[in-house]
């Protein structure tokens, strides 16, 4: 083994996002799986992944809240006070224990967020609530915790060009409002046309897919756009929406990726980032498959592609400031 390598020698060479309290919010028979948080923890515990490379989340702030979504709303889902079309909204039964699930999810996309731009790369087993707008939340999202990060990092002057990269089957209709009209931050998404959200806000760039299409057209689509889109816009923070939800059988998305598929998508999307130095926070988004073990192992490989993109990247940094005499 070369110096390179024993210096790279670390199983997974970023830290994960994880609470324990994010699978035991009891939503009875409800298609919003959370128990994919706990398998995925337990997957990677299986694999060697020692305890201290997970980082626990502790519930966001108001005030980073507050950046993001309206104060009455907010007040609402403390409170528990949400009207009957509210709830019908956002899909979820208002349980006591939602809103310290829902306020540990945003603090776990802020820590990822602010982990990835320290070092290079973190993944939140979890996140990914893109649905939520400013005044109420829609499709399982209560908040939007992609926007409330961002907004975060770029209040603080810790970033000034963020990239959302959005690759779950559904389109984020709540992050396209919230960003409708600023030239600031860069959102792309892939998402199917005819499913949830029948509203779809235009993004910065939306490439739209249809029941039935597949890898050809949705990996086509990645090839010609990420590279292009990445040189144009340089941005300083890519926050990666991996959504499972594209693969075939998918209860909620009808499109029909295989898990190969969903992995090279991965690997071009995270590569292509790491391999130009961008940090980059990485969501694991919807996921619904008919066998939940279908969605876990899609989910894990977004991990192992971003083991090998982070891998990649250190090492093309090793090399340099080894030539460099550093």
Known sequence: MGLIDRLLSKQYPFRFIYSSEYWMVDLGRHVFPVRKYRLIYERLLAQGVRKDAFLEPAPAADEDILRVHAPKYVRKLQSGDLSR???EALELPYLPELTR???LHMGGTILTA???LREGLALHIGGGFHHAFADHGEGFCALNDTVIAVEKLRAEGRIARPMIIDLDVHQGNGTASLYAGRKDVFTYSIHQMDIYPAEKPPGTLDVGLWSGDGDDQYLAALRA????????YKPDLVVYLAGADPLAGDKLGGLTCSLAGLAERDRIVLEEVRARGIPVAV???GGYGRDLEDTVEAHMNTIQ???RAQ???RRMALRRRLTNGH
């Open 85 to 87: 079309s509210e709830i």
């Open 101 to 103: 699930f829902v306020w």
């Open 114 to 116: 602010e982990t990835a």
């Open 225 to 232: 756009d990420i590279p292009r889109i990445l040189n144009e």
């Open 283 to 285: 969501e694991l988004a």
């Open 305 to 307: 592609a971003a083991r």
């Open 311 to 313: 891998r990649a990247a």
